[in-house]
């Protein structure tokens, strides 16, 4: 849980920094639109921020979308009608929000990116506070070079299709396997960030594949994937975390029991605590400060080692 501290440690320092008050706050009322439910990280980054939120006295608007763009931009605009102080948007990918990030900026409404990005021009939104993803697949592809010494067959199961936290981790990976001709991509295919999605892409992966023996590590854009391979894994009659390796990202208490069972190998931190960074953000912006165009919030590699203490933290 050291992460976690040293995270609120930098939230406080930078509302101090910033001249902030939660008094200020606490008259502000904000719209936040989340990507949906489809992970155990995305649970805690909602219940984390609407927490936060109740902390501050602030009016939280929340809209759930479903894994639907269309009902974000609804959600957005509705926003807008309402006169809100700000937005939170926890894009579900990455294009297709120039209009409405235009409309927002023309209501005089500052947008703050929540764990993932977009491509449009940064003017259009305030600031992003995210994790790197290129980072977290560079340091998971760096943990899988140093354990398999630099050979390994590797199944990759995508996050969301044009989501920027599969597209940077997938970028981030690559960039470090590269280095290393005898580890190979052989399948990479989306599980959509979803627990049912990981185990029905790694069912396929295992039949391509001779039941599973030509694999020898999964590599996972989330936990929930990583927790469905480990279930295809085990009714293909292999041990995951030994016949096949397993790294992932998200840091979710399921994936620290995972490893304590030896059937999950690593995970990278995808802090979920945002909406602290998030609300400082925009009542700086309010009151004519300077925001930094992105509030990074990167985790470390956890390892079977400390997973068992970990997992009894983070599941009180």
Known sequence: MKSLKQLAVSTAALGVALGLSFAAQAEMMIGFSQI????????????????????????????????????QIKAVRSFIAQGVDGILLAPVVETGWDQVLQEAKDAGIPVVLVDRGVAADESLYLTKVASDFVVEGALAAAWLAAETNGVCDVVELQGTVGSSAANDRKE????????????????????????SGGKEVMESFLKAEDGGKNICAVYAHNDD???????????AGLNPGDDI???????????????ADGDTNATIELNPHLGGPSFDAIAAAKEGKEVP????????????????????????
């Open 293 to 316: 165009k992105w509030i990074k919030a990167n985790g470390p590699l956890y390892l079977p080692d400390t997973a068992a203490e970990e997992y009894k933290m983070r599941s009180k």
């Open 36 to 71: 949906g439910s489809e992970s155990g990280w995305r649970t805690s980054e909602t219940e984390s921020i609407k927490a936060e939120a109740e902390k501050r006295g602030i009016d939280l608007k929340f809209s759930d979308a479903q894994q639907k763009q269309e009902n």
């Open 172 to 195: 981030g990976f690559e960039s470090v396997v590269g280095n290393f001709p005898g580890i190979s991509i052989i399948r990479s295919q989306s599980g959509d960030f979803t627990r």
């Open 245 to 259: 390796l397993i790294v992932s990202i998200d840091a979710v208490p399921d994936i620290f029991k995972a490893m």
């Open 225 to 235: 994937m990583a927790l469905g391979a480990v279930q295809a894994i085990k009714e």
